[in-house]
């Protein structure tokens, strides 16, 4: 009855965790969660209050399905102001979070044969889109001693006639990694000359610890060119639930093609979030964001120390996002089953790195509070002693 399409999808394996993570503790188990990608701080008072003037003002109607032009602007504004790049209102369009900007952009543009390269380790959500629309997942491994990122012969090699796309993730889920303006640059060059698209999430832009954040489509006029932009406001302003995210291309043509698709499946995006969301990217969330950010690093600076003092264990200290991507080979090579134990176990859940297209590690999510963290690892600590001894 189910179409071959549909049944190539597997489910979200974060969410998956996640969820049995929250039906343990409702049946009153002792449970601790680093699964969820989503900040434990609540929505800033003014995006808020932005939304409650918003249902008081009756503003509940449909609007056009890109989005309202006051928001487009302030979309605007925020990557001129932040990323040093030029879109006018008919290159942008906002989404329901960003991971539905990817299901419409793969759409308008990937099709059966098509080869995307997608560096792993990788969010989970990218190769599935790929394989939905019938494109081929080519996979460029990355590593702890490279600080997870792909080199520009790792591109070279990878590109052949048949590549459509490049996702981008800087910083990265699950890995934090972050690309800096050189190496934008190095893989900018290797991709002239090509007709190579690149898929740019920059959704964790906000939470960098070390250096610069450097958005792909800043660093070369063909990259600009090349490049869709993909944010939203999840994680640095606390909107995961709001549902905000946005896209922006030089092409006209592939925003436009968006929009139609769009059109035809959601149309606009809800109301109130549209009037919210101006308040997370126009500047007046800016002191919220930078009270997470700082929070986010101590909580990094904990986990690493604590983590890396577990014999058995190892992680690449990570320069952006607030997951660390935890080696295990030394005590397996079976995410899946290391993780069922851990959770059965000791009541501690985190993400198997298979599901990010690298087992030998698990994905630990630190944005969480402080105390929750030690007490994990601690509980983390006990499980590689009774597995080692």
């Known amino acids: 009855m189910l179409t071959d399409r549909v049944n190539t999808l597997s489910e979200s394996i974060t969410i998956a965790i996640s969820t049995l993570a929250g039906e343990l503790k409702a049946q009153g188990k002792d449970i601790i969660s680093f699964s969820a990608g989503e900040p434990d701080f609540d929505t800033p008072r003014v995006i808020k209050d932005a939304a409650i003037a918003a249902i008081n003002e009756g503003f509940t109607k449909y609007t056009a399905v890109d989005g309202i032009p006051t928001l487009k602007t302030a979309i605007a504004n925020k990557l001129k102001r932040d990323n040093g790049l030029s879109y006018a209102p008919n290159q942008i369009i906002t989404n329901n979070g960003a991971k539905h900007s990817l299901f419409n952009l793969f759409a308008a543009v990937i099709q059966k044969g098509d080869e995307v390269i997608i560096p792993s380790p990788y969010w989970v959500t990218y190769p599935e889109l790929v394989l939905y629309y019938g494109g081929t997942v080519v996979e460029i491994e990355t590593h702890d001693d490279n600080a997870f990122k792909i080199t520009p012969q790792q591109l070279q090699d990878a590109l052949t006639p048949k590549t459509k796309m490049i996702v981008l993730t800087s910083p990265s889920n699950p890995t934090g990694a972050v690309y800096s303006r050189a190496e934008l640059e190095a893989i900018g060059k290797v991709l002239e000359g090509t007709d190579v698209i690149v898929a740019s999430d920059e959704m964790y832009e906000k939470l960098i610890y070390e250096g610069e954040f450097t958005s792909a489509a800043a660093v070369s006029e063909d990259m600009y060119k090349r490049t869709v932009t993909i944010n939203g406001l999840s994680k640095s302003v606390a909107m995961t639930g709001w549902r905000f995210g946005y896209m922006a291309a030089h092409n006209t043509e592939l925003i436009q093609a968006t929009k139609k ?101 698990f994905r630990f999510s630190f944005a969480t509070d402080i105390e929750s963290i030690r007490k994990g690892i601690k509980r983390i600590e006990e499980f590689v002693k009774e597995l080692k001894a």
């Open 261 to 361: 698709l769009q059109s035809q499946s959601t149309s606009n995006i809800n109301s109130i979030t549209q009037k919210a969301a101006i308040a997370g990217l126009d500047g007046s969330a800016d002191e919220d964001i930078e009270m997470m950010r700082v929070a986010f690093k101590e909580r990094r600076d904990e986990a690493v120390k604590l983590i890396n003092a577990i014999d058995g264990l190892s992680v690449y200290k990570p320069d952006g996002a607030f997951y660390l991507f935890v080696n295990i080979k030394e005590l397996s090579n079976d995410s899946m089953e290391f993780c069922k134990q851990l959770l059965e176990k000791k009541g501690v859940a985190v993400v198997p790195g298979v599901g990010f297209g690298s087992d030998g590690y």
